[in-house]
C-alpha cells in the first residue's frame, strides 16, 4: 500500500495513475520545484503549504539582491512562486503559507508541529511530501521534524496518519554540497528514481528559473533525475549525516546542536 502511493504520487506527468490525495509541506517557495519539477502540474489538487515566508529578518538576503525593504523581498519571493505555479498550470492549487521568517523555523517546532497537525486533520491527505532530515538547511531540518511529529500526534489519537514522502535536496558531502541524492538509509526504505526526460529537464530548468532571487542557490540542483522515497522514521535528537551538517558552516540563524536542543524541548511539550 505504501510502495503503490509513493508510485502514485510520484508518477510523471503524463501517466494515467490516479494522484493521492496530496500536501505539499515545504521551508520555502522553490522547494516546491528542486523536489517535484518535473512533475510538478499533476498537483493541481494538492495543498501547498510553505512554512517560511522566504525572507530572512536580518535582511542580508534581500539587500543583496537590491530591495530596500524586507517586505518587498518578502513579496517577490511570492510572486516567483505564483509565476511557478502559473507556468507548471497549477495556479488554482490551495496554498498556505505559515508567516514564519526564513532561518527561524526551528524556534517555532511546537507551534509548527501543531498548526501542520491542524491542517492534516483538515483536510486529510494520503500523502505528505516534505524534505528529509539531513542538516542542509536548517529550516528543511524543522520541516521534517515538524510533518513526522504532527503525524506521531495523529497516530497517538488513534487516528490515520499520511504517508510521509519525502523529495531530495541537499546536504553536507565528502567534497563539499551534494544535491539531488539522499543520504544512506539505515531502514533500506524504498527509494524511486526517475531519469528526466528532455523535455521534463527543459520543464524543471524553466520553473527554476522562475526564482530569479534564488538563481546561486538553485544553479546546483541537477536537472537530470528526480529522487523520492518513503520517509525513514529518523531521531531527531541525533545530529544528522554522522554530524557532518551544512548549516554549521553557514549563518543561517541556528547550529545543529541548537537545533537538537530545541527539537528535544519541543519533544517534551504535552499533546493537547
Known sequence: MSQDLLERATAPEESPVSMPRAMLIFAH????VVALGARLGRFFSALFVHVTDGAPKNEQDSRAHGFALL???RQARERELTQALMLAGIEDAGRVRLEIPDQEAS???????????RLLVEHRPEVVVTHP????????????????????LLRTRGETAPLIIEGAFYHAGSSGVEAGCFLPDA??????TYQ???????????????????QQTLSGIPLDYERFRIAPDYDFLQLPNGGSVLYDHFPWGVTSAQFCAMAREALEVPCR
Request: glycine share 4%.
Open 133 to 152: 532530515y539531513e542538516g542542509g538547511h536548517p529550516d528543511h531540518d524543522a520541516c521534517a521534524f515538524a510533518v513526522h511529529q504532527a503525524a506521531a
Open 107 to 117: 524556534f517555532r517546532l511546537p507551534r509548527l508541529s501543531h498548526e501542520i497537525e
Open 29 to 32: 517557495p522553490d522547494d516546491e
Open 196 to 214: 528526466l526526460s528532455e523535455e521534463e529537464r527543459s520543464q524543471k530548468g524553466a520553473l527554476l528559473a522562475c526564482f530569479a532571487t534564488q
Open 187 to 192: 531502514e533500506k526504505r524504498y527509494e524511486l
Open 71 to 73: 517586505d518587498e523581498y
